[in-house]
């Protein structure tokens, strides 16, 4: 078994407000989770309205797939929301669980 394992951090330069950080999170990752059947949760930064740091997971019996999943999520987010500037995310597989 391969567990894949993102983190993924965004900038969020039109959040002002908790609020709105919490609206973009709570739909961009309903969104991933639905399109791609993976977990995701807000990880860090829970404090700053414009960044946003979330981490995506998958579990396969494949690492090449579940390093692709991780991958699709990231061009994902990138092609879908062009209001949020991807900073930077990490990928990791954790193999023989």
Same mark, same amino acid.
């Given at each position: 078994?391969?567990?894949?394992?993102?983190?993924?951090?965004?900038?969020?330069?039109?959040?002002?407000?908790?609020?709105?950080?919490?609206?973009?999170?709570?739909?961009?990752?309903?969104?991933?989770?639905?399109?791609?059947?993976?977990?995701?949760?807000?990880?860090? =930064?829970?404090?700053?309205?414009?960044?946003?740091?979330?981490?995506?997971?998958?579990?396969?019996?494949?690492?090449?797939?579940?390093?692709?999943?991780?991958?699709?999520?990231?061009?994902?987010?990138?092609?879908?929301?062009? =209001?949020?500037?991807?900073?930077?995310?990490?990928?990791?597989?954790?193999?023989?669980?």
């Amino acid at each position: 078994m391969h567990v894949g394992v993102c983190r993924i951090m965004l900038h969020l330069p039109e959040s002002s407000s908790l609020k709105d950080k919490r609206q973009v999170a709570r739909s961009l990752s309903a969104r991933i989770r639905n399109k791609f059947n993976v977990a995701v949760a807000e990880v860090e =930064d829970q404090e700053l309205w414009q960044r946003l740091t979330l981490a995506v997971c998958c579990v396969s019996t494949d690492s090449a797939h579940a390093n692709e999943m991780v991958s699709k999520v990231v061009a994902f987010i990138e092609e879908s929301r062009r =209001d949020l500037e991807l900073l930077d995310f990490e990928t990791e597989i954790i193999s023989g669980v």
